[in-house]
């Protein structure tokens, strides 16, 4: 089993910045990707951000440029920069673990609690 634990959420205004981070313990063995979700009311879950071990990473289009994706692998955290944030990215944003194959097809196995991120004046 593998526990994730986000922290980081909260409400900040259109323009400002955010870090996300999601510390995950207990046995990782068959996780090798890592990466962060969102989801609004009424909405599917969507990918914002993954990272694998390899190295390769994943952005949703909507993000891109505004939002970085980092991993201590020492610490077993993986953060979300979020600069330039819009109304639009308000959400709640899940950390998640994940087992990717070598043709792209990824396994989503564990998710953190959700922290809740509002973008607003």
């Known amino acids: 089993q593998v526990q994730l634990v986000e922290s980081g959420g909260g409400l900040v205004q259109p323009g400002g910045s955010l870090r996300l981070s999601c510390a995950a313990s207990g046995s990782i063995f068959g996780i090798n990707a890592m990466g962060w979700y969102r989801q609004v009311p009424g909405k599917d879950r969507e990918l914002v951000a993954r990272?694998?071990?390899?190295?390769?990473?994943n952005y949703a289009d909507s993000v891109k440029d505004r939002f970085t994706i980092s991993r201590d692998n020492a610490k077993n955290t993986v953060y979300l920069q979020m600069n330039s944030l819009k109304p639009e990215d308000t959400a709640v944003y899940y950390c998640?673990?994940?087992?990717?194959?070598?043709?792209?097809?990824?396994?989503?196995?564990?998710w953190g609690q959700g922290t809740q991120v509002t973008v607003s004046s």
């Open positions: 998640n673990a994940a087992y990717c194959s070598g043709d792209g097809v990824c396994l989503n196995r564990y």
């Open positions: 990272k694998r071990n390899s190295g390769r990473i």
